[in-house]
Structure formats: C-alpha cells, structure tokens
C-alpha cells in the first residue's frame, strides 16, 4: 500500500480511481463496510482503491483542547486500511492555507485534478471546505459536471444503534469491552513502541514497559487488566492508564504495563496492548509504599482475571 503524503505529492499516476473520505478514527465495523464497498467496486471498474484522511483531525486542528480522544493513531490507522486491502491513502494535512480553500476548490484540486476520481463514497452528513460549506449535494452536482459518481454509505446498526467512533469512545468510558469488540470488528487495543521511563518501577518488584500515548489522549483512564502481544507471543499483564499522579506531576498520559511472569528487556520493541477488564480508576497515593502495594492487589486482581476466564 502506498501512501502519498499531501496533495503536493500527487502524480499523474495516481490519477484514476475510486475514492472514500473520512476521519475513519477506529477503522470500525461501520468503516470497514465502506471500505469493502470501496474494494468491490475498485474490481468491478478495475482501478485502484484511495482513501483520503486528515491528519489531524479538524477538530484536533481547530480545537485542540476539546477535540474527543481518538482510538487510533495515524500509523495503527494506515495499519488497518493496509490489512483490508486499500491500495493507496492520501494523507492530507491540515495546515491554515488548506482551511481557506472553498468548497469547490476542494473537490478541484482533490477529486477532479489529483485524484480523477471515478467514483467516490460518502457519509451524507459530509461536510468540507472553508466553513464547512461543502456537502455531500455539492458533491454530486460537481459529480454530474466532472464525471463521477457519488454514493452515500448506509448506515450500519448493531445491537439496535448506529455504529460510531463516539460510540466506541463512550463504551471505552464505561469499560464495555464486549460492546467496544463488537463495534469495532476487533479488540481494542493500544499499540506502540517501549520507551525508557523513570526506572521506578524495577524498585517497586513491578517493572513497567512505557509507551508514549502522544496526540493519543487515550479514550479512558485507569487500571485495567490486559493481554500484550510482543511479535508471535501473547502474554498477560496488568497496565495503567493515566498521568501517574503520585510519582509525576507533568499530566502527561502514558500507557504502563507489567507482564506478569515476565523477565526480558523489551525497550524499543512494538506491542500491542489489548484492554480486557476494569480493575479500578487511577489514584493518588501518599507515598510510594502505598502505591506499591497497590500495584501488588492489582497483579493479584489481574491473575484472578485470567484464571476465571480460562475457565469460561
Ligand atoms: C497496575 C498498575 C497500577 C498503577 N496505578 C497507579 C496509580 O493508581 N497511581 C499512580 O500514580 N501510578 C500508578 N501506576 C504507575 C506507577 O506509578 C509507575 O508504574 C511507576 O512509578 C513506575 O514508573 P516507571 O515505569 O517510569 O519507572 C500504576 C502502574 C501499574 C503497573
Ligand atoms: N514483567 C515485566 N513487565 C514489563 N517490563 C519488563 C518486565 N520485566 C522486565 N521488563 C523490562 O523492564 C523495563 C521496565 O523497567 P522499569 O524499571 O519500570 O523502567 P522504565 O521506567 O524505564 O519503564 C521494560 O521496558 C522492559 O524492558
């Protein structure tokens, strides 16, 4: 799969094929099936699959503080187009001169001029363009002027409701990881790489491998018993979600897990870290000892975990 970074790096070559746009934050079941409508009729027509993204989000652009936490970071998200079969993804960056540019300019520049799109796939509720003044009617006017069609996605339901990013996000909240699983296709899961941390926690008999959570404002917060892939291998853990307020005072959230049974230096290596229960909310602790003794319950509370639901 190729990605093609900014509309300044579109060539003629990319020219002809069939297109989708979105924040695609989760690439979930409701994604997934837009993408595989895309596929079909990339084969139907014989052309390519493209999915056009913003990074960042627009609402991370415009309102940074209140934008909600994503799911995914952009490279898990090129990750799950890449496993579905998408042959290309423009990544488009948001940047103060692309927030100017008309609705119309848009679909010039993206659609007609870079990408010559054959056939594009959309949520109805698309909005695009300076002041959010171009949408999915737009689109389809430009469409019958320039030569592509334009479909709208259907809605998928399950359990009775719409499957949505926000959806997934309050699941999360509430620490319905059965519900999260269903909307999303696949556990959820936090993946990146370990990273060096304050060396506290082989003082605490509880090492931590750290990952840097970045723009990631991970969905929720808290202490969570969890499985971690580390290549081939699968292992149990225990992990925290949060800012770490009795050790740091930076607010900066990060991901931690200790692996139970576990012994190896694991520093710069990519894992995935999939979330299967709640065990309790993060906590400021008056010194290290009870913190410590803390985690310990937690290792316990996460075996217990483990040991029940082998044998379910
Ligand atoms: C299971 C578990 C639960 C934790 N709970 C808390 C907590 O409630 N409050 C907190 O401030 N830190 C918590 N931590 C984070 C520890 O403060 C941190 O792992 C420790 O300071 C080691 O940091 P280091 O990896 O940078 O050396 C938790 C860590 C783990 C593994
Ligand atoms: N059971 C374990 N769980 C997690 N990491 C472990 C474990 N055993 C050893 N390690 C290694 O130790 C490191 C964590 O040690 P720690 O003292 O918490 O240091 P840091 O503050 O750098 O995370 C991990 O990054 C990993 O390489």
Redesign the pocket.
């Known amino acids: 799969m190729e990605l093609i970074r900014g509309l300044h790096n579109l060539r003629p070559r990319h020219r002809g094929c069939v297109t989708t746009i979105g924040a695609f934050d989760g690439v979930h079941h409701g994604h997934q099936a837009v993408l595989q409508q895309l596929i079909d009729k990339g084969q139907e027509l014989n052309l390519p699959t493209t999915v056009v993204v913003f990074e960042p989000l627009p609402r991370e652009y415009f309102a940074p503080l209140q934008a909600p936490a994503r799911l995914m970071s952009f490279r898990e998200k090129f990750q799950a187009f890449k496993a579905l079969g998408i042959d290309r993804v423009l990544r488009i960056r948001f940047t103060p001169g692309f927030q100017d540019m008309g609705a119309k300019e848009f679909i010039q520049q993206v659609f007609v001029k870079g990408l010559g799109a054959q056939y594009i796939i959309v949520g109805d509720d698309l909005r695009f363009g300076r002041n959010r003044g171009g949408d999915f009617k737009l689109l389809q006017t430009e469409g019958q002027i320039h030569g592509f069609d334009v479909v709208a996605t259907s809605t998928l339901k399950i359990r009775n409701d719409r499957v949505s990013s926000t959806r997934i996000r309050k699941a999360l909240e509430d620490s319905d990881f059965e519900l999260a699983e269903m909307l999303l296709g696949k556990p959820y899961s936090i993946a990146g790489r370990v990273i060096v941390?304050?060396?506290?926690?082989?003082h605490?008999h509880?090492?931590?491998a750290?990952i840097a959570l970045r723009r990631l404002r991970a969905p929720m917060s808290g202490?969570y018993a969890v499985e971690v892939e580390i290549g081939e291998r699968s292992l149990q853990g225990?992990?925290?979600v949060?800012s770490?307020?009795?050790?740091?005072d930076s607010l900066n959230a990060i991901l931690?897990?200790?692996i139970l049974d576990f012994n190896e230096d694991i520093y710069g290596k990519k894992i995935t870290v999939i979330f299967r229960k709640k065990?309790r909310d993060?906590?400021?602790?008056d010194s290290i000892d009870e913190?410590k003794e803390?985690?310990h319950k937690?290792?316990d509370t996460?075996r217990q975990y483990f040991v029940a639901s082998a044998n379910t």
């Open positions: 941390g304050q060396q506290l926690g082989r605490l509880a090492p931590t750290n202490v225990v992990a925290n949060g770490r307020p009795t050790v740091d931690e897990v200790h065990i993060e906590q400021k602790f913190l803390q985690i937690d290792i996460g």
